[in-house]
């Protein structure tokens, strides 16, 4: 069964700073991943989409990479500022399967 | 372009009794599927509907229902409460191939409380 983790659990920066989030996934047979924002008790926002091909997609300041083989990625937020804070997920789609994965988060905090 | 819309925002039920949320999926999209956050914890798949037909299922009992109607909105039904199925309901929608899974796009959530 696909096992999605995400470290660190929270994490806070000054405004301004680079950072990396992290996500892993114990079956590397992946069609595709995506990267997701949720704000405290609203839905999901898609922010990025990795096709199983591709090795990373970028948005604005954000930047995701795939290692498939390795069972990572990571989101890199460029220039952090405080309108970032939120929990950001991961999530996978598996071969064989129609359902994403997913990870249990990374609280952000942006300190102005 | 019309996004995922869900209803209701929140609701109160008690243990025991049955309940019926529902979802409009983001306009041109044919698939839904639905996924149950508990707090703190990643959103885990109940199931999905494609073209009316439940294509493929979570961990969950079949107290979890659902439905998925011609113009592509879906209805999820949970039947004899328990206190654990309180949680923030997810909605989302996308657009099925058949050859790879397409993006999904989420709505707000329906927050259920169960007493």
């Known amino acids: 069964k696909q096992e999605v983790t995400q470290i660190p659990a929270a994490l806070s920066v000054p405004e301004g700073e680079n950072l990396v989030l992290n996500c892993s996934f114990t079956?590397?047979?992946?069609?595709?991943l995506q990267w997701f924002r949720q704000d405290p008790g609203k839905g999901l926002t898609s922010l990025l989409l990795?096709?199983?091909?591709?090795r990373e997609q970028t948005s604005g300041r954000l930047n995701a990479s795939l290692d498939k083989s390795s069972g990572r990625s990571t989101l890199y937020i460029a220039a952090s500022q405080p309108g970032d804070s939120a929990t950001y997920l991961c999530?996978?789609?598996?071969?064989?399967?129609?359902?994403?994965?997913f990870g249990t988060g990374t609280r952000l905090t942006v300190i102005p | 372009e019309t996004g995922v819309t869900q209803s209701p925002t929140h609701l109160i039920k008690t243990r025991g009794q049955q309940v019926t949320l529902r979802c409009s999926s983001q306009?041109?999209?044919?698939?839904v599927s639905w996924y149950q956050q508990a707090l703190g914890q990643g959103p885990q798949f109940i199931f999905q509907y494609y073209r009316e037909e439940e294509n493929g299922r979570g961990n969950f009992p079949p107290r979890f229902s659902g439905l998925q109607f011609p113009n592509y909105s879906s209805e999820l039904n949970v039947n004899a409460l328990e206190l654990d199925d309180s949680a923030l309901y997810l909605c989302?929608?996308?657009?099925?191939?058949?050859?790879?899974?397409?993006?999904?796009?989420f709505g707000e959530g329906s927050r259920l409380t169960v007493l």
């Open positions: 306009s041109g999209h044919n698939t």
């Open positions: 990795i096709q199983s091909s591709q």
């Open positions: 989302a929608s996308s657009l099925e191939s058949g050859l790879n899974t397409g993006e999904l796009f």
């Open positions: 999530a996978v789609t598996t071969g064989g399967a129609n359902n994403l994965f």
């Open positions: 079956d590397s047979a992946i069609y595709n």
